[in-house]
């Protein structure tokens, strides 16, 4: 469903993130578009919480089809 170049962004944003779970989101709004969030976890090694702005952020970029975490 999603082209290499989206699971390799999220790959990247993972790799130059190695000390925190990473997590986003996936919009859509005629292709696929990769939305990084802020993880406002207070463990950020352990778990991940998006950000609720960043949420609404993505929202607004278009549909958003998946959330994905490292």
């Known amino acids: 469903m999603f082209t290499q170049s989206i ?3 999220i790959k990247d944003y993972a ?3 190695p ?3 990473i997590c986003g989101t996936i919009t859509f709004n005629n292709n696929y578009n990769v939305f990084p969030c802020n993880n406002i976890s ?3 090694k352990e778990n ?3 950000d609720p702005l ?3 952020r993505a929202e607004k970029q278009g549909k ?3 959330i994905y975490h490292s």
């Open 42 to 44: 207070f463990n950020k």
């Open 7 to 9: 699971k390799n962004q």
């Open 64 to 66: 958003i089809v998946a």
């Open 15 to 17: 790799i130059n993130n």
């Open 54 to 56: 960043d949420y609404i």
């Open 48 to 50: 991940s919480i998006i």
């Open 19 to 21: 000390n925190e779970e």
